[in-house]
């Protein structure tokens, strides 16, 4: 019931009311409606005055949207006030080689990010949700978005609620309401029950919320809200109104470029008075200088080449079923210090499944297999023969395949079903012990039955068996213990064993069954069954998707601490996280109405112990997810549900279920699970880490060869000598010859031990001290190199044009040599592989190259102040280049005997940081 774009603003009719906690009668009345429905001419005047039945949505960004988007970077507002700069010094060339790294930068990142919306979209359902509503007294089927407050709607088995109703009447109705609650089960309905106005919707059993799905049963309910009034409508609308939070990339970025714009004042300023005060250097060579030296400083290949890294590492996590909706997602996965994740649907399968059995002879069975397709064995948990009776087993599973209105059914070679998750469940545990219900019925033809009523708390099942009747009861244990023979020592012993598969998070159901000695019709209404026998208990448990407790393991392997936020019961709640390995012990639940509203401090107090958050509403997530931001965490939220969509929009980073998750949580989401697993969060830290590291390499080669581009200018214009290299030549170093090696720089590969150690800390600097002392190494190392040959060529009387074109090719060579050295901030450039990035070496030969075809033509001659030079400079200029590369090894060697026993850093934050 999603609209691509909003609808105009209505009147706000009817005013909000706490329909849950009024009888029916009450509400048709205020509704001005009756049990019959409305009128067409009714209905046709409320759709005009409310607004069609329609959630307020943004339509997907455009083209254009989508590329200026990308030059929202404080990196790119630097760039762009150099080329202001260019063009008010006349210096169009400088200006148009910038617009084109802006044009390059759009592009690229532009083309991922439309490509990734396009995926999201095609996620989408587009399945039109119709509606059975009583007009003038008939029924009509009609498009969802037509209904309007009054309307009188049928709800049936496998249906969504098309708007939000208060139920008239309920015959056996339960509701999945799992996209709005977190509740794993169906909840049962009751249209007599009323409760108090501040029941959440998790507890308002007469009313049905728009979205959910009806599990089984029947009912009518009249609708009390639509569109942007439903309980999904005002969550979408707080979604639009809250602020996302920025990926750790963005924040870095932010201050990278703060860095860098007050180191180029700084020093433009410095040398600049120097020249003037020193060498009555003239205003206008000054402004010269001042662009020459923010072209030498500013990385102005750096965001195309973080655009890029962003973009092949999305492309490596969509390979992994990871769709990347925003580029600086990539790297907040690698970044997130924790990972605040929905239960049902995101760490379970959303398909409630038979876990454990006890049977009527005292034995118990394991059942493995996950979710609704009958794949499993069923193994007694003891090996001893005289307490494992297989026909006590048949029996159960007899009853289970009997007793059942559920439909399991394989076609084109794959699954289905149809019907309430728990009888599907039970078909599934029949068909894993080789009970097949259409087999069972042609020996045993159904010929009557009781459905389950909340009030009964079982339901049964009469079969004809020869002249006979053979009768099959499921239901609450104590319930059908009433109905079978005596057994005073038996009952303990069940009741023990209910008790304790529920302490494990198991919804315990008995199974009994017996034969009356007569045949029975299908006209007669049958009484209660007595004097049955005890066929045994089923635990049912929403069980984990398969790899999950392994990736929550990898999780905390990598530092990242992984919390259950889910709107289930506690008691469910701690057993699956303690299966996961989240929690382990009851102090680490904290349960929803713990959490008072408004009580920002409580909350902050449970984010140091609380690993289980139970029975919490949408708007206790969203407070959850901002106390972690608050407490120093980069906060990555899973979910799939429209409960989880505020958490989702407010997190660092939100990653949503593709498959079975809602439009509103994909539409909020950052990141779209297209497998709905787990475990690919997994992966997608892992790429995220490796993407941030090679956009740290490309940091390191730009920067230092800005920095020794900076040294050896500035040093230049300090003590007198002409600049030693022109603007524009200094942006040919920094966009082409560099470009063509930045960009291959960022398409290496992960090493393996990416998860080998914590998280970077929230409050870590691109800058850090590792990056500043390879940084100021290196570039020293260029600048002074530069320098000094700068001057020896002048001392010997070579032309300054010469000397420029000289000084040219050993920065090329510089830059080739540090390409090698950048692949890894510790390890030897030795022992990189080449092979595990084979582009590199084509990026090296490409920025060679084309300098080299620049020497040769003509028009890049004029341009660039180029010209060829002989081979023994060449071999010169070659072996000071090399020099480097000796360098750089020596310090890799020196950081590693420093840290060679490096002790393992905290996860963070760290208490009290």
């Known amino acids: 019931m999603t609209a691509k774009v909003a609808p105009a603003a209505r009147t706000a009719w009817p005013e909000e009311r706490h329909w849950h906690a009024l009888p029916a009668s009450e509400v048709l009345r205020l509704l001005d409606a009756s049990s019959t429905g409305l009128g067409r001419a009714e209905a046709a005047t409320r759709l005009e005055r409310c607004g069609p039945n329609v959630l307020p949505t943004k339509p997907p960004p455009g083209v254009l949207e989508i590329g200026l988007r990308q030059l929202k970077s404080p990196l790119i507002y630097v760039l762009l006030a150099a080329a202001m700069a260019a063009i008010a010094l006349g210096d169009l060339g400088d200006a148009g080689f910038i617009g084109l790294?802006?044009?390059?930068?759009?592009?690229?990142?532009?083309?991922?990010?439309?490509?990734?919306?396009?995926?999201?979209?095609?996620?989408?359902?587009?399945?039109?949700?119709?509606?059975?509503?009583?007009?003038?007294?008939?029924?009509?089927?009609?498009?969802?978005?037509?209904?309007?407050?009054?309307?009188?709607?049928?709800?049936?088995?496998?249906?969504?609620?098309?708007?939000?109703?208060?139920?008239?009447?309920?015959?056996?109705?339960e509701i999945e309401e799992a996209l709005l609650t977190g509740e794993s089960l169906a909840v049962l309905k009751d249209a007599a029950w009323t409760g108090g106005a501040d029941a959440g919707p998790a507890d308002c059993r007469n009313m049905a919320f728009a979205g959910t799905t009806i599990a089984h049963g029947r009912a009518h309910g009249v609708a009390v809200a639509t569109g942007a009034r439903t309980a999904v409508g005002r969550l979408a609308i707080s979604i639009a109104a809250a602020g996302a939070g920025k990926p750790p990339l963005v924040e870095r970025m932010e201050r990278f470029s703060r860095v860098i714009a007050v180191a180029v004042l700084s020093a433009a300023v410095f040398i600049g008075a120097v020249a003037v005060l020193v060498h009555d250097a003239s205003i206008g060579m000054m402004f010269m200088f001042g662009v020459a030296l923010a072209v030498s400083a500013i990385p102005e290949g750096l965001p195309v080449a973080i655009t890029i890294a962003l973009a092949i590492a999305a492309r490596r996590m969509a390979a992994r079923g990871a769709i990347v909706r925003r580029l600086p997602a990539?790297?907040?996965?690698?970044?997130?210090?924790?990972?605040?994740?929905?239960?049902?649907?995101?760490?379970?399968?959303?398909?409630?499944?038979?876990?454990?059995?006890?049977?009527?002879?005292?034995?118990?069975?394991?059942?493995?297999?996950?979710?609704?397709?009958?794949?499993?064995?069923?193994?007694?948990?003891?090996?001893?023969?005289?307490l494992v009776e297989p026909p006590a087993l048949r029996d159960l599973l007899e009853v289970a395949a009997a007793c059942n209105e559920g439909d399991l059914y394989r076609r084109d070679g794959a699954w289905g079903w149809r019907g309430d998750p728990t009888d599907i469940a039970l078909l599934a545990l029949a068909g894993k012990g080789g009970v097949d219900r259409e087999t069972l019925l042609v020996s045993r033809p159904v010929v009557n039955g009781i459905p389950f009523e909340p009030e009964h708390r079982f339901a049964c099942s009469w079969h004809t068996d020869g002249g006979q009747t053979w009768v099959a009861v499921k239901g609450a244990p104590e319930r059908v213990l009433e109905m079978c023979r005596p057994a005073p020592d038996r009952y303990e012993a069940v009741h023990a064993a209910a008790v304790d598969?529920?302490?494990?998070?198991?919804?315990?159901?008995?199974?009994?069954?017996?034969?009356?000695?007569?045949?029975?019709?299908?006209?007669?209404?049958?009484?209660?069954?007595?004097?049955?026998?005890?066929?045994?208990?089923?635990?049912?448990?929403?069980?984990?998707?398969?790899?999950?407790?392994?990736?929550?393991?990898?999780?905390?392997?990598?530092?990242?601490?992984?919390?259950?936020?889910?709107?289930?019961?506690?008691?469910?709640?701690?057993?699956?996280?303690?299966?996961?390995?989240?929690?382990?012990?009851?102090?680490?639940?904290?349960?929803?109405?713990?959490?008072?509203?408004?009580?920002d401090e409580l909350i902050q107090r449970s984010i140091e112990t609380g690993r289980v958050y139970a029975r919490v509403t949408?708007?206790?997530?969203?407070?959850?997810?901002?106390?972690?931001?608050?407490?120093?965490?980069?906060?990555?939220?899973?979910?799939?549900?429209?409960?989880?969509?505020?958490?989702?929009?407010?997190?660092?980073?939100?990653?949503?279920?593709?498959?079975?998750?809602?439009?509103?949580?994909?539409?909020?989401?950052?990141?779209?699970?297209?497998?709905?697993?787990?475990?690919?969060?997994?992966?997608?830290?892992?790429?995220?880490?490796?993407?941030?590291?090679?956009?740290?390499?490309?940091?390191?080669?730009?920067?230092?060869?800005?920095?020794?581009?900076?040294?050896?200018?500035?040093?230049?214009?300090?003590?007198?000598?002409?600049?030693?290299?022109?603007?524009?030549?200094?942006?040919?170093?920094?966009?082409?010859?560099?470009?063509?090696?930045?960009?291959?720089?960022?398409?290496?590969?992960?090493?393996?031990?990416?998860?080998?150690?914590?998280?970077?800390?929230?409050?870590?600097?691109?800058?850090?001290?590792l990056m500043i002392e390879r940084i100021a190494l290196g570039g020293l190392w260029m600048g002074l190199l530069g320098f000094a040959a700068y001057v020896l060529m002048l001392a010997m009387e070579v032309p300054v044009p010469d000397a420029r074109n000289a000084l040219m090719v050993l920065m090329v060579l510089l830059q080739n040599v540090d390409t090698f050295n950048a692949r890894s901030e510790t390890v030897s450039?030795?022992?990189?592989?080449?092979?595990?990035?084979?582009?590199?070496?084509?990026?090296?030969?490409?920025?060679?190259?084309?300098?080299?075809?620049?020497?040769?033509?003509?028009l890049m001659q004029r341009v660039l102040s180029v010209s060829p030079i002989g081979a023994r400079e060449w071999l010169v200029l070659g072996g000071a280049a090399l020099s480097l590369l000796v360098v750089m090894e020596v310090q890799k060697a020196v950081w590693q005997w420093r840290n060679r026993s490096p002790a393992r850093r905290p996860a963070w934050p760290v208490s009290g940081a």
């Not at 038979?354 to 499993?376: C, I, M, N, Q």
């Not at 996280?577 to 012990?585: L, P």
């Not at 965490?633 to 949503?656: C, E, K, M, S």
Request: charged letters at 20%.
């Open 330 to 386: 990539v790297e907040g996965l690698g970044s997130c210090t924790l990972v605040a994740s929905d239960k049902t649907g995101t760490l379970t399968c959303n398909e409630l499944t038979a876990r454990e059995l006890f049977l009527s002879d005292g034995s118990r069975h394991s059942v493995t297999g996950a979710g609704y397709e009958p794949v499993g064995e069923i193994e007694p948990l003891t090996r001893e023969p005289a």
């Open 501 to 599: 598969m529920a302490s494990r998070g198991n919804r315990v159901l008995a199974l009994a069954s017996g034969i009356v000695a007569r045949a029975m019709s299908p006209g007669e209404t049958p009484e209660e069954p007595r004097d049955l026998e005890f066929a045994g208990l089923v635990g049912l448990i929403d069980p984990l998707r398969p790899g999950v407790s392994a990736a929550v393991r990898r999780c905390d392997d990598a530092g990242i601490r992984v919390i259950m936020v889910t709107g289930d019961h506690p008691v469910t709640a701690l057993a699956i996280a303690r299966e996961i390995g989240i929690a382990s012990r009851e102090t680490e639940v904290v349960h929803g109405a713990d959490l008072r509203a408004g009580d």
């Open 101 to 173: 790294v802006l044009l390059i930068n759009s592009g690229v990142g532009g083309w991922q990010e439309w490509h990734a919306e396009q995926q999201s979209q095609g996620l989408q359902k587009l399945l039109l949700i119709r509606a059975t509503v009583l007009r003038d007294g008939e029924a009509v089927e009609l498009d969802s978005a037509e209904l309007v407050p009054g309307d009188v709607v049928a709800l049936e088995s496998g249906r969504r609620v098309p708007a939000d109703l208060r139920l008239l009447d309920a015959h056996s109705m």
């Open 829 to 858: 450039a030795f022992r990189m592989p080449l092979r595990h990035n084979p582009l590199l070496v084509l990026g090296v030969a490409a920025a060679l190259l084309s300098h080299v075809a620049a020497m040769h033509i003509p």
């Open 618 to 769: 949408p708007d206790q997530k969203l407070s959850i997810v901002k106390a972690a931001q608050r407490a120093g965490h980069f906060v990555a939220v899973t979910g799939d549900g429209v409960n989880d969509a505020p958490a989702l929009r407010h997190a660092n980073i939100g990653v949503a279920m593709g498959r079975g998750g809602t439009d509103v949580a994909r539409d909020a989401s950052d990141v779209v699970l297209s497998d709905d697993n787990f475990t690919t969060i997994v992966a997608g830290v892992e790429e995220g880490r490796i993407a941030y590291q090679n956009i740290r390499n490309v940091i390191y080669l730009l920067v230092a060869a800005g920095a020794a581009e900076v040294l050896t200018v500035g040093l230049a214009v300090i003590i007198g000598l002409p600049l030693p290299l022109l603007p524009v030549q200094l942006l040919w170093l920094n966009l082409v010859t560099n470009g063509f090696q930045d960009v291959t720089l960022v398409c290496e590969q992960g090493r393996g031990d990416e998860l080998e150690s914590p998280p970077r800390s929230p409050r870590e600097r691109v800058f850090n001290r």
